[in-house]
């Protein structure tokens, strides 16, 4: 007889199965284009399953974008970073990311937005990024949420820039060109 453990780490593994084979199917054909049974055939899993799991492709893209970013903040606690070095790393390894899937990256940065206080996504990266400003207590709090707010438009900016002009997504010049705009916006 399974164990309730067992069957909830094959349910997770399920769960990350489906994100992943959905994060490849959107990139390459397209959100609008991919059905649940498309995914379901990818992940090698009952289109049930998918269901089981996700209620719609928002609630399933609300998941790899929460997935995504909390992966990005592991990584950064493993390493031990703070501070500057923490928030360089963070967006250094979300750019590698988005070179990987720069549409389906676009797509979450939307879907998140659109599904505002449902998405816990956008705010761990401001928290992410609060927490670990250099300066913050000389800064009030306007002045914290606005450079904030910079930093991470200066990414989304980045992004839709690359997409709306068909330029190729090179991790490393994109790195390049984000630590060039952050370190004029942590010395202004």
């Known amino acids: 007889m399974e164990t309730k453990q067992k069957r909830l780490r094959k349910s997770e593994r399920s769960k990350i199965k489906i994100m992943h084979q959905a994060k490849i199917l959107y990139e390459k054909n397209g959100i609008e284009n991919v059905t649940f049974g ?3 055939e990818a992940a090698d899993v009952c289109r049930s399953t998918v269901f089981n799991h996700f209620a719609s492709s928002s609630e399933l893209m609300s998941a790899i974008y929460e997935q995504e970013i ?4 592991e990584h950064c606690q ?6 500057e070095k923490l928030i360089r790393e963070f967006f250094a390894k979300l750019i590698q990311d988005t ?3 720069p549409r389906l990256m676009v797509q979450l940065i939307v879907t998140a937005l659109v599904n505002g206080e449902k998405s816990k996504s956008i705010i761990e990266i401001e928290k992410t990024i609060t ?3 250099p300066g913050k207590d000389e800064m009030s709090k306007a002045e914290i949420e606005e450079l904030n707010m910079m930093i991470i438009g200066s990414y ?7 997409l709306m002009n068909g330029l190729k997504f090179d991790a490393k010049k994109l790195n390049k ?7 004029k916006l942590l010395k202004a």
């Open 156 to 162: 989304y900016g980045m992004v839709s820039h690359y």
């Open 70 to 73: 909390n992966d990005i903040n």
């Open 38 to 40: 498309q995914i379901a």
């Open 78 to 83: 493993a390493a031990g970073l703070t501070g």
């Open 99 to 101: 070179t990987y899937y």
């Open 131 to 133: 927490g670990n400003l």
């Open 177 to 183: 060109q984000f630590s060039s705009m952050l370190d």
